[in-house]
């Protein structure tokens, strides 16, 4: 294994979660490489950390898909599918679509300003054509809304599959190509989150992403 990782300096005992995150993001860009195998004495070593945390986070690593076990053979970074990536958009566009309807009712004004500055910039990102703005822009108001669901359940969802949604999407690229027609919608977005309208914002949504 040729990944560099710093020593985690924790405030306390280390936490599985401080190696999960360390190793879901070395996943992200690309320092474990799909196929790699992972081995918990060295991670740990690399890490400084015991084994019993490393072995922590790769269970739960296992449990979002970012790594696969088979059991006294190997332990490895999965690698993504078409198939998965798809499953996943399906996924994403369904669940976000639901907490849009859910924050819009609940969010204040302040919040929903918020919310509309986001999608200004999703608008702008469009209108240049700029496909990774589009990602950046959006991952930032999907985030805003699901705290503006006040809903446990949408924001524990979305802590324990962020890393795996953040890999399963990479590469994505807009469903509406054409830079006009795809900017006219996200504008009619804008319009709908900015006038609480949810059911016009999630089947906008929907539209923008190809999803039935």
Known sequence: MSSAFA???????????????????????????????LRDQDLAER??????????ALQRLERAGLVEVA????????V???RLHDDTHEFFIYLMGGAL???????????????????DAIVLASRIDDAEGIMTASARLFEHVIDDTQNVVFMRVMREAEIAIR????????????????T????????AVAARDGAEAESLLR??????
């Open 207 to 212: 539209t923008l992403h190809g999803i039935p």
């Open 7 to 37: 020593p985690l300096e924790p405030r306390g005992a280390v936490l599985a979660g401080e190696v999960y995150q360390v190793l879901g993001e070395a996943i992200l860009d690309g320092r474990l490489a799909p196929g790699e195998r």
């Open 101 to 119: 309807r859910l924050a819009l009712q609940r969010c204040t004004e302040d919040e929903l300003a918020h919310t509309v500055e986001h999608a």
């Open 71 to 78: 059991p006294n053979k190997y332990t490895r970074v999965s």
């Open 80 to 82: 993504p599918s078409r």
């Open 47 to 56: 890490l400084g950390v015991s084994r019993t945390p490393v072995r922590e």
């Open 167 to 182: 890999r399963n999407l990479a590469g994505w690229h807009p469903f509406v190509e054409c830079p006009i027609r795809r």
């Open 184 to 191: 006219e919608l996200y504008v009619r977005f804008r319009d």
